[in-house]
């Protein structure tokens, strides 16, 4: 079955950075994008962006181009998110999911989410 | 980009009471929408997509309708097991983009 397990929770000071990983077993890797949304305040949902896993390229929401960065591991099937210069603003919950099966079908395979938490 | 706005945010239904969520879309999105179930503390799980398409083991008392800018979610009869958050998701344009949510509370 499908399966994307998520890293660890992440405390980290204001200006830094965080590096997400999202590992994916029980399908080909390579066949699907992995795309990242944040929750803020355990409520609403917003798409930061997509990466296929197999080409490396990536579409980011305008608003994350500047924040987030994608990236993929073939060699271990592990999809990234570096968020950089970190604020109060970038804590939330952030997950990994993959398409049903077409971009139009919803995502129907979430990660576990990771809380990250900004604090000096 | 996209706006989805969703209603009601909260409500609270009675077992096996029949309960409705919308959405309306800022423009026509030709049923690329999507309905999440997200209980306290889990990943959102997918419910509904293409409008109207019940994904794989979802129970059927769950059904998506609509078309053009406004979709609506049904339970028809409410089960403890639903008391969760509920979101809508376009993904007729990038970005994907998503309504602010529903919290559904048993009565």
């Known amino acids: 079955q499908v399966n994307l397990l998520q890293s660890g929770a992440a405390l980290v000071k204001p200006g830094a950075s965080v590096k997400l990983s999202c590992k994916a077993s029980?399908?080909?890797?390579?066949?699907?994008?992995i795309h990242w949304v944040k929750q803020s305040h355990g409520k609403s949902l917003e798409w930061i962006g997509y990466i296929n896993p197999n080409s490396g390229y990536t579409n980011y929401n305008e608003k994350f181009k500047s924040k987030a960065t994608l990236t993929v591991d073939k060699s271990t099937n592990t999809a990234y998110m570096e968020l950089s210069r970190l604020t109060s603003e970038d804590s939330a919950t952030y997950y990994c999911?993959?398409?049903?099966?077409?971009?139009?079908?919803?995502?129907?395979?979430w990660g576990q989410g990771v809380m990250v938490t900004v604090s000096s | 980009d996209i706006q989805m706005t969703q209603s009601p945010a909260s409500l609270s239904a009675s077992l096996g009471e029949t309960v409705s969520i919308e959405c309306l879309a800022s423009e026509g999105i030709s049923n690329d929408l999507a309905w999440y179930q997200q209980k306290s503390g889990k990943s959102p799980q997918l419910l509904i997509y293409?409008?109207?398409r019940l994904q794989d083991g979802v129970p059927s008392r769950f059904s998506g309708s609509g078309s053009g800018t406004r979709y609506s979610l049904k339970i028809s009869g409410m089960q403890p097991e639903d008391e969760a958050d509920y979101f809508c998701?376009?993904?007729?344009?990038?970005?994907?983009?998503f309504g602010a949510g529903t919290k559904l509370e048993l009565k």
């Open positions: 998701q376009q993904s007729y344009k990038y970005p994907p983009t």
């Open positions: 029980g399908y080909t890797f390579t066949d699907y994008y």
């Open positions: 293409a409008a109207s």
């Open positions: 999911t993959r398409d049903r099966i077409y971009y139009y079908d919803g995502y129907g395979y």
